[in-house]
């Protein structure tokens, strides 16, 4: 999303009841040129070029990594676009160390590196708000206490697109789509080479984390169509346009 590509009214629409936001699309724009005004978020992806491979690694968080040996693998590539709570530190081995983009809203917020940027996915206007504060620049030289992101390396999510993968791509099932998968399908347009690790349910159904143990064993895939998720993945992968690197 960028001042220049600015959601539609029908794009707000089917948005805002995600999450039940319960604020019109006259606040939303005004929330926006606030954003616009404060920081400059890197619009367009580069285009492909014949020269040039750029080599993704998208993690989910799966607790499928865990004992994956899959560290080494993921850092060789050129790009590694790491989700919500997913962490490094501990499980090196497992998800390796290096993050180039780090997918990320309010509620499942990490503190990112100062190199590292941020891929922000918005679900309700309050969200914005949230990336003002926690853009805010340097103070005294210093990071702000309450800075979580460096204000110059950042990316937010249109909800057009949202609305195209939730329709096209997952065909209308479940709710909206997982964090994960968008971040999947937006990296088949950042990348020229996508290698996808990290996600599945256990066998019991649940996504469960490799960074912790899951307490709510009734948790599922949220209101996520995992199923469907996971069969999309497998599927492209089947048919050679990303690889998927499976665990358990
Ligand atoms: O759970 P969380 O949303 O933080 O995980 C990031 C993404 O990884 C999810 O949105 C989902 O797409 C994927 N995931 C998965 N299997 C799991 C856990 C997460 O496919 N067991």
New binding site residues.
Partial sequence: MSLKHKPSEEDFNWWKLLQRDKQNFTVYNKTLESVFQTITPIADVEEPRPDRCRSCAVV?????LRGSHYGPMIDAHDIVIR????RTKGYETDVGSKTTYHVMYPE?AARLENTTSLLFFPFKTSDFLWLLKASNPRQNGTRNSKMIANKDLMMILHPAFMKYVHEVWLRRKGAYP????LTVVLSLLMCDEVSVF?????SDG????YFEILRNKKIKTGG?P?QE??KMIDKLHKRKKIYFFKGW
Avoid: K, L, M, Q
């Avoid at 989910?60 to 499928?64: D, I």
């Avoid at 989700?83 to 997913?86: H, Q």
């Avoid at 997982?178 to 998968?181: L, P």
């Fill in positions: 989910g968080n799966s607790g499928n989700i919500n709570r997913g499942s997982s964090t994960g998968f990290g996600f599945g349910a256990d649940n996504w469960s984390h996520h995992g998720e996971y």
